[in-house]
């Protein structure tokens, strides 16, 4: 196997697709080039040339990574089409300023630096259900397991920041 193949298909396993696909997918809904996505996510462009690619398998620094999931899970938002290209613009510059937050949270396999897990909640959450069946899901778990059906809506079909809020008062 070649290593472009072996890091796409490692790129499979461990994001879920090949991070060209996401890439591609994320760039034309945010209005940005490769260049400047590179820069959101604290990237050279050439290094997210190379992932996307797969002439590199890995994000290795736990910020960028974490920075990609912020903004995967700003353009799932099920508000995302209603957002004023202002607030988008406000949204994408705090999401290139923003660092994984240095408290003791959730620490992911990725490194010695917490995530902010709540990207990657969403975006695992929005991929393999739509907000219609995951609301049909919660609905169906109210009366049993209502702190189930909450995290489902909440992280599932919420707003980031209300599930960061959700987050934060639930640990």
Known sequence: MDVVARNQRLQEEWYGEQLGAKVRRLLPPLGLSQSAFAEVLGLSAPMLSQLMSGQRAKISNPAVLSRLLAVQA?????G???LPQGELRERIAEIRADAPPTSATLRLSTGT???DPVPAIQALLRALASAAEIEAAAA???SEAPGLAEFLR???NGRTDHAR???A???
């Open 140 to 142: 169906r778990l109210e």
């Open 169 to 171: 008062n639930t640990l």
């Open 165 to 167: 809020e959700h987050y």
């Open 80 to 82: 995302f089409d209603r």
């Open 154 to 156: 909440v992280y599932g």
């Open 113 to 115: 630096q917490p995530l």
């Open 74 to 78: 700003l353009v799932t938002d099920p």
